[in-house]
């Protein structure tokens, strides 16, 4: 086959293919680094909960955090299952959880520099204000779960791509 046999990709194109063929929309390359630096921050909140956590309180609520991230992450997993709206509006719910989550986290900061511990609340069976202080530690994990879970679920043809 000679070069001037094959058609030059133009701008309707995708890997050589009219775009009419490709399944799914593609991610720009700002959303890559977007998702990478909100996966970034979910491991930074984490590591920061662990050591605010195991000084504040005793070290063995360190540990919670770990089962608060996967919890958050599952959450919104199936939050997105339960709600399939929210995925044919992902471009829209991508950046609002992302929002939600920075505030969040925040949010979760300011309140465990403000919240006192008390000893007494741990040697209880359930305490409220450790009850408190976990959903609002949860918070920062379920929405940024929310984007990545959208984000992975919205553009299949890259999440090989996006999930590295």
Sequence with gaps: MDRRDVAAP???????????????????GRGMAGMFVLSLAILA????????????????????????TMLGLAVSGV??????????RAESVIPWSCA??????????VHLARTPFKASDAASIFSPDIAITCLIMLAPFVFSGLAISATL???TKQVSTVYL
């Design 79 to 88: 939050v997105l299952y339960l709600v399939p709206g929210l995925l044919r």
């Design 45 to 68: 909140m984490q590591v920061t909960l662990t050591r605010i956590l195991s000084v504040v309180m005793w070290y063995h609520f360190a540990f919670v955090v770990i089962s608060l």
């Design 10 to 28: 133009d701008e309707s194109s995708v890997d050589g293919l009219p775009k009419s063929a490709v399944p799914g929309p593609w991610l720009p």
């Design 153 to 155: 679920s919205r553009y």
């Design 100 to 109: 939600l989550a920075a505030v969040s986290t925040v949010g979760t900061l």
